[in-house]
Antibody, heavy 122, light 110 residues
Framework: EVQLLESGGGLVQPGGSLRLSCAAS????????MSWVRQAPGKGLEWVSA????????YYADSVKGRFTISRDNSKNTLYMQTSSLRAEDTAVYYC???????????????WGQGTTVTVSS | QSALTQPASVSGSPGQSITISCTGT?????????VSWYQQHPGKVPKLMIY???KRPSGVSNRFSGSKSGNTASLTISGLQAEDEADYYC??????????FGGGTKLTVL
């Protein structure tokens, strides 16, 4: 079964950091571009970041650029998001998601994890 | 990057067809056939319904279809059913090598 399982969320003070992880199983992880998408409480979806299947290409929303770093370890089938300088507006459920297409990607994501909640508050 | 524009809500009766629009710019929707649509029921994970403007993932009902004209993409749901009631989001690749989502549309089945 194709599966994504996020972890690493929690309560953090403004200015703090968290490392989110996403463990993939049931598919050839190294073939697919991956993304992080977040959803603030009661709000819509917001694209955060994406990474190519090899890890060579990384892309960020302006709202997180310079504060978040996406990475992947294809040997461990794991996607990461290192967050820093967290703000109240970063409070959201963070979803890990797989691109529907291998390699070049389609920027549509067809497999989603259940999400991990990040709460930034003092 | 500004969010794509979607109507806040649409409604229809069972059996009818509805269309949700998604308006962007020449830097996103207008320039790339990389528009996707997602369905999200309350408390659930989003589900991909359409990708690359018109393509349906396996398992998605053929009652769902996508199209694009200029800077506006559309999702049409035909033969509306009660279980179609959900929030719908569009997204598009952009010229900045990012992805932008729409604000979401709440579909009510009357």
């Amino acid at each position: 079964e194709v599966q994504l399982l996020e972890s690493g969320g929690g309560l953090v003070q403004p200015g703090g950091s968290l490392r989110l992880s996403c463990a993939a199983s049931g598919f050839t992880f190294s073939s697919y571009p991956m993304s992080w998408v977040r959803q603030a409480p009661g709000k819509g979806l917001e694209w955060v970041s994406a990474i190519s299947n090899s890890g060579a290409g990384t892309y960020y929303a302006d709202s997180v650029k310079g504060r978040f770093t996406i990475s992947r370890d294809n040997s461990k089938n794991t996607l990461y998001m290192q967050t820093s300088s967290l703000r109240a507006e970063d409070t959201a459920v963070y979803y890990c998601a797989r691109d529907v297409r291998k390699y070049a990607g389609s920027y549509g994501v067809d497999v989603w994890g259940q999400g991990t909640t990040v709460t930034v508050s003092s | 990057q500004s969010a794509l524009t979607q109507p806040a809500s649409v409604s229809g009766s069972p059996g009818q067809s509805i269309t949700i629009s998604c308006t962007g710019t020449s830097s996103d929707v207008g320039s790339y056939n990389l528009v996707s649509w997602y369905q999200q029921h309350p408390g659930k994970v989003p589900k991909l319904m359409i990708y690359e403007v018109t393509k349906r993932p396996s398992g998605v009902s053929n009652r769902f279809s996508g199209s694009k004209s200029g800077n506006t993409a559309s999702l049409t749901i035909s033969g509306l059913q009660a279980e179609d009631e959900a929030d719908y989001y569009c997204s598009s690749y952009t010229s900045s090598s990012t992805v932008v989502f729409g604000g979401g549309t709440k579909l009510t089945v009357l």
